[in-house]
Nanobody, 120 residues
Framework: VQLVESGGGSVQAGGSLTLSCAASGYTYRNGCMGWFRQAPGKEREGVAIIDSDGSTGYEDSVKGRFTISRDNAKNTIYLQMNNLKPEDTGVYYC????????????????WGQGTQVTVS
């Protein structure tokens, strides 16, 4: 199983970043994928999910700023992050086979290694 994330980095408040996650090598179950993040000293939390039919869900603090999308042909999901705030800082993890397929979910069968996002 491989979930390869890219696109993290450092940005000033108000800036933008786009994360990508290419997935391969696992058995399809519900097809739900998502992004989670963990800030220093805090528990991991769901940020955004996207179901196999393209329906999406977002954590309240990112609604209107973040957009999750997927390219099924490439088995890749993206997270466009705009108007970034310092509180968005953390390690962002890609996940596949999220159960239930909700932004508040904390369970997934497969996880990426994480990519750091720092907003100053």
């Amino acid at each position: 199983v491989q979930l390869v994330e890219s696109g993290g980095g450092s940005v000033q408040a108000g800036g933008s970043l786009t994360l990508s996650c290419a997935a391969s090598g696992y058995t399809y179950r519900n097809g739900c994928m998502g992004w989670f993040r963990q800030a220093p000293g805090k528990e991991r939390e769901g940020v955004a999910i996207i179901d196999s039919d393209g329906s999406t869900g977002y954590e309240d603090s990112v609604k209107g700023r973040f957009t999750i999308s997927r390219d099924n042909a490439k088995n890749t999901i993206y997270l466009q992050m705009n108007n970034l705030k310092p509180e968005d800082t953390g390690v962002y993890y890609c996940a596949a086979e999220v159960f239930p397929c909700r932004s508040y979910s904390d369970y997934a069968e497969h996880w990426g290694q994480g990519t750091q996002v720092t907003v100053s």
